[in-house]
């Protein structure tokens, strides 16, 4: 069985950075296409960014392009989340998944593309 667990959430002031990891166990990292969504308080959950099983190719909500950047390390079996210049308003509770999307399109941004999700980790950014 699939399993993710997400780390590296926390609280940092505004204009900071953080990076959050997700490791992947129970199935082969390599076949699933990674994604990352983020749900705030009262807020439904949303999209952040997609990346392909090869690593090549990404996509990302146009909020976080050029702010947010998704990596993935296969030999490691690990995606991350690099997160920089954080407003108050990037304050939620992210989440990775994975998800069986051989060619990594715009539905890549959907939810129920994704098969695997993690329990979360929160993020806060203080102003």
């Known amino acids: 069985q699939v399993q993710l667990v997400e780390s590296g959430g926390g609280l940092v002031q505004a204009g900071g950075s953080l990076r959050l990891s997700c490791a992947f166990s129970?199935?082969?990292?390599?076949?699933?296409?990674m994604g990352w969504f983020r749900q705030a308080p009262g807020k439904e959950r949303e999209f952040v960014a997609a990346?392909?099983?090869?690593?090549?190719?990404?996509y990302y909500s146009e909020s976080m392009k050029g702010l947010f950047t998704i990596s993935r390390d296969n030999a490691k079996n690990m995606v991350y989340l690099q997160m920089n210049s954080l407003k108050s308003e990037d304050t939620a509770v992210y989440y990775c998944?994975?998800?069986?999307?051989?060619?990594?399109?715009?539905?890549?941004?959907?939810?129920?593309?994704?098969?695997?999700w993690g329990q979360g980790t929160q993020v806060t950014v203080s102003s």
């Open positions: 990346i392909s099983w090869s690593g090549i190719k990404t």
């Open positions: 998944a994975a998800g069986d999307i051989p060619v990594l399109t715009a539905v890549a941004g959907t939810e129920r593309r994704y098969d695997y």
């Open positions: 129970g199935g082969t990292f390599s076949t699933f296409a």
